[in-house]
């Protein structure tokens, strides 16, 4: 499976713009970009995901570099309520059953 | 939107006794679903794959006698942790992957077991 690199952590002032970023200079032309969050003792929840072009839904958006090789997730407005462990996970194209792989991830800190 | 549920939420058990979790799709059909486990400020590492009516794939170095996975159901996974020791205490987290599926995995709320 591809490899990605995310930073251990990463910290916010509340109400402010948080970029989380992820490399995966190893991606293949199919692998999907997905990324993940998990609050403490709970399982992961899914954020949002693309495959080329940036995205965009409720909770964030994601924006993937034109080379495919890096990304980025970007809350637009940390609340407290965001601080968890985020995942970045490439998981493969269509038709495959394959489970998600999970990296170490970025503990993500808000400060009131 | 979908869920999944797991049961129970934390058990705690004396060693060597066996320890049934459960991981529910409540409103669509998992011909797939996943166990994790997850060791304290650790990162989930899948323990193996359900196939609903076929045997469960598991991962290298995740012994298939003592973690038993059955899915007998499209909507219903178990995991059985057979003779139980303190150092399979840790956090179960199941997912399943829904029909038709555009990307996203369902995860339950994870179960927490502490072996005595």
């Known amino acids: 499976d591809a490899k990605t690199t995310q930073p251990n952590s990463m910290e916010s002032n509340e109400e402010e713009p948080v970029h989380l970023p992820c490399n995966h200079s190893t991606i293949s032309g199919t692998d999907y970009i997905h990324w993940y969050r998990q609050l403490p003792s709970q399982g992961p929840e899914y954020v949002i995901h693309g495959l080329t072009s940036n995205v965009n839904n409720r909770m964030a958006s994601l924006a993937i570099a034109e080379d495919r090789k890096s990304s980025t997730l970007i809350l637009h407005r940390a609340t407290l309520r965001d601080a968890a462990v985020y995942y970045c996970?490439?998981?493969?194209?269509?038709?495959?059953?394959?489970?998600?792989?999970f990296g170490s991830g970025t503990q993500l800190t808000v400060l009131p | 939107g979908a869920v999944v549920s797991q049961h129970p939420s934390w058990v705690i058990c004396k060693s060597g006794t066996s320890v049934k979790i459960e991981c529910r799709s409540l409103?669509?059909?998992?011909?797939?679903m996943f166990w994790y486990r997850q060791f304290p400020k650790q990162s989930l590492m899948l323990m193996a794959t359900s196939n609903e009516g076929s045997k469960a794939t598991y991962e290298q170095g995740v012994e298939k006698d003592k973690f038993l996975i059955n899915h007998a159901s499209l909507t219903l996974s178990t995991l059985t942790v057979t003779s139980a020791h303190p150092e399979d205490s840790s956090f179960y987290i199941c997912?399943?992957?829904?029909?038709?599926?555009?990307?996203?995995?369902?995860f339950g709320e994870g179960s927490r077991l502490t072996v005595l």
């Open positions: 996970i490439l998981r493969p194209g269509s038709g495959s059953a394959r489970q998600l792989t």
């Open positions: 997912s399943a992957r829904r029909e038709g599926w555009t990307g996203e995995l369902f």
């Open positions: 409103d669509f059909q998992a011909t797939t």
